[in-house]
């Protein structure tokens, strides 16, 4: 795990540059952290570096959208509403984490049924300070030393 500071928007932007080119289709990425604490603002910038020109919202009310157009296709969710796990196989989540890169917000009910494998991200916001502790993957680690 390493520990990165981000005093400014523009330090989570450029987390979100450095990752968006080394993913690849299938990478799922678990972004943790409490309300406010920037996992969406860092999901805009992501999509954005990887080249979508579509505005990123939050998908917090529809748990899940879809981004073509950019290198990878893009799904962003958001789990905060999600009652039941179940509706996940109803979402045809298993269909879409082969397509592209998958980034879920609040991913706490999914992870029983999550690949073992994913790259987890733990933000933070104490109302002074943002940081992030980062949890690379297998495939990411040697980016993140
Ligand atoms: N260093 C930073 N990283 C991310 N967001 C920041 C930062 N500094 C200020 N912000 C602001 O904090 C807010 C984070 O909101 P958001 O990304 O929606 O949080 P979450 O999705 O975790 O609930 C955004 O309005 C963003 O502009
Ligand atoms: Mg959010």
């Known amino acids: 795990m390493i520990t990165i500071n981000l005093p400014s928007e523009q330090d989570t932007i450029d ?7 080394i993913l690849k289709a299938g990478d ?5 952290g409490d309300l406010g604490s920037g996992k969406t603002f860092f999901v805009k910038h992501l999509g954005k570096e ?6 990123i919202d939050s998908p ?5 959208k879809e ?6 296709p893009l799904y962003h969710l958001d789990l905060y509403r999600l009652k039941d796990k179940e509706e996940l196989y109803d ?3 298993f269909d879409i984490l082969e397509k592209g890169v998958t980034v879920i917000e609040w991913p706490h009910i999914a992870e029983s049924i999550l690949p ?3 790259f987890k991200l733990d933000f933070h916001f104490d109302g002074k300070s943002r940081w992030v502790n980062v949890f690379p993957d297998d495939d990411h680690k040697q980016y993140f030393e």
Not at 15 to 21: F, G, H, K, R, V
Not at 28 to 32: A, R, S
Not at 60 to 64: G, H, K, L, Q, Y
């Open 91 to 93: 979402l045809g989540i």
């Open 60 to 64: 917090s009310f529809i748990i899940m």
């Open 28 to 32: 799922i990425i678990t972004l943790y």
């Open 50 to 55: 990887l080249g979508i020109n579509e505005e």
């Open 116 to 118: 073992y494998q994913t």
């Open 67 to 72: 981004y073509l157009g950019g290198r990878l």
């Open 15 to 21: 987390l979100a540059n450095y990752l968006a080119p």
